[in-house]
């Protein structure tokens, strides 16, 4: 059995096969996700398991260059949007797009992690930076 980290082998199999500058998507309940795209659906109810929740242990695993957010986020969710900044810091760049084209961005990642959050627009993509 795994030690350390993701114990979801779905995430886990994802994230080992990421290099750099791949995107991969922690969603809400509601964000549409494209037939070409691998889906992870870890949702159990509403707010279970949680946006952030899901960003931090994701991140964990994870060398992040940069971050997509859809514009809309800061004025209609301050609260996770606030959060997400605080959990990169300075560190990474953040580049905000309109949510019609966040939607239509995912259709590059290599997956979309579906989690139970039911706040509106809380989803990120995540670019990967190169870990040498």
Known sequence: MKKNGIVNSDISSVLSYMRHTD???????????PDNVNTIDISL?????????????????MKVESIILAE???????????????????DVSVQYISHSDFKKKTSNCKAIIRTGENTPYSNIIIKSACIF
């Open 23 to 33: 995107l991969i998507c922690i969603s809400d309940l509601g964000l549409p996700c």
């Open 45 to 61: 109810k509403f707010g279970v398991p949680s946006f952030v929740d899901v960003l931090k242990e994701v991140i964990n695993d």
């Open 72 to 90: 809309e986020i800061k004025s209609n969710n301050a609260d996770v949007h606030n959060e997400i900044l605080s959990i990169f810091g300075k």
